[in-house]
C-alpha cells in the first residue's frame, strides 16, 4: 500500500484539549488502520518511533499543513520528515553532524543507502538552533526520535559524544557515565527546546526500545532521573510519559494496552517509547 497525501484521517475530534492517552490511540488506530500500515511501508529501514510521531501529531492537530515542525537530529532524508514533508508541513531540521546515522544504517547494519530528498520533499537543515533564522515561539511542535541517544557527559563534564552511530564502545562510556552531569545535559538539552515552541506547542520524543535486560538504554537513563518536576521548572507539563517498567517483559516491549497491541503491534511498542510534553 502507498501513501496517499490525500487521505482523510477519520473521526478525530476537533478539541481543544487533544488527548494522548492509549484509548484514544487505539480510537485512531483502529479507524485510520490503512494510513498507519502506508507510514509503515514508507519506513522501509523499519526506524523506531515513526508511527507513533506521526500518530502524535494528527491527535495534536488532524490537518498537519497548518503545522511549522523542528526535527531535532533530523539527519538526512529520514522516514519521518518524508511522511511529515508529505503532509504540507512547515519542517526546518537541526542536526550537528547529519549524516552520521545514516552511516552506521548502512555500514553497520547494511541498510540500502539513503538516496537523496526527493523532489518537492526538501527542507532546510541547520548545525545549531541559534542558526534558524525563525527565532521564538514559531514552532507548533519539535520531533526527536532518538534525540538522547548521543550527548552524555563524563565524570569530567567533558562530552563524550557516546553514540551507536559513531561506533564508540559502549563499555567506555559506560565506565566513565555520571548520573548529575547526564541529567544536566537532557536538562540542558530540553531547556533549549523552550523557546523555539510556541505557547502550548508539544515536543515529541520517541526512544529506543532497549531490549537487553543487563544495560541501560536511554528511556532507563529518562525514567531514573528526569523527574516531572524538572520539566514543569523548564516550562513544559507532561502530556504523556513513558510508561514505567514492569516485571512483564511482554508490556515493556509493547506496552500494557492490549486493544491497541492486537490493532497494531509496532504502534504499541513506539508508543511505550513515546515521551509528549507541551510547553505552558
Not at 515561539?137 to 538522547?148: G, Q, S
Not at 563534564?157 to 561506533?167: E, N
Not at 531547556?191 to 520524543?205: H, M, W
Request: with cysteine; glycine share 6%; net charge negative.
Amino acid at each position: 500500500m502507498s501513501w496517499d497525501s490525500n487521505k482523510k484521517i477519520e473521526n478525530i475530534n476537533l478539541v481543544e484539549r487533544p488527548s494522548f492517552d492509549l484509548g484514544a490511540v487505539a480510537d485512531f488506530a483502529k479507524v485510520n488502520l490503512d494510513l498507519l500500515n502506508s507510514y509503515k511501508t514508507e519506513n522501509k529501514e523499519e526506524q523506531p518511533g515513526v508511527i507513533s510521531t506521526m500518530t502524535a501529531l494528527h491527535l495534536y492537530k488532524p490537518d498537519l499543513k497548518s503545522l511549522k515542525i523542528l526535527d531535532m537530529g533530523c539527519g538526512l532524508n529520514a522516514p519521518v520528515d518524508r511522511l511529515i514533508k508529505k503532509e504540507g508541513t512547515d519542517l526546518i531540521g537541526c542536526d550537528e553532524n547529519p549524516g552520521v546515522y545514516e552511516e552506521f544504517l548502512s555500514n553497520n547494519l547494511h541498510h540500502e543507502k539513503r538516496g537523496n530528498v526527493p523532489a518537492g520533499l526538501e527542507f532546510p537543515i541547520y548545525n545549531n538552533l541559534e542558526d534558524i533564522p525563525s527565532g521564538k515561539n514559531y514552532f507548533d511542535a519539535v520531533v526527536a526520535i532518538r534525540f538522547f541517544g548521543f550527548p552524555l557527559l563524563r565524570r569530567d563534564g567533558q562530552k563524550t559524544g557516546y553514540s551507536v552511530a559513531k561506533g564508540e564502545p559502549y563499555v567506555d562510556w559506560l565506565e566513565n557515565y555520571d548520573l548529575q552531569a547526564t541529567k544536566s545535559e537532557y536538562l540542558k538539552q530540553l531547556q533549549d527546546l523552550v523557546d523555539p515552541l510556541k505557547k502550548e506547542g508539544i515536543a515529541i520524543f520517541v526512544f529506543q526500545p532497549n531490549l537487553s535486560f543487563n544495560t541501560l538504554g536511554e528511556e532507563d537513563v529518562w525514567n531514573n532521573i528526569i523527574s516531572v518536576s524538572n520539566l514543569n521548572n523548564l516550562g513544559f507539563k507532561v502530556l504523556k510519559n513513558r510508561q514505567a517498567e514492569t516485571e512483564n517483559a511482554f508490556d515493556n516491549y509493547y506496552g500494557s494496552n492490549d486493544e491497541l497491541k492486537k490493532i497494531l503491534p509496532d504502534l504499541a511498542s513506539d508508543w511505550r517509547e513515546t515521551v509528549i510534553l507541551q510547553k505552558t
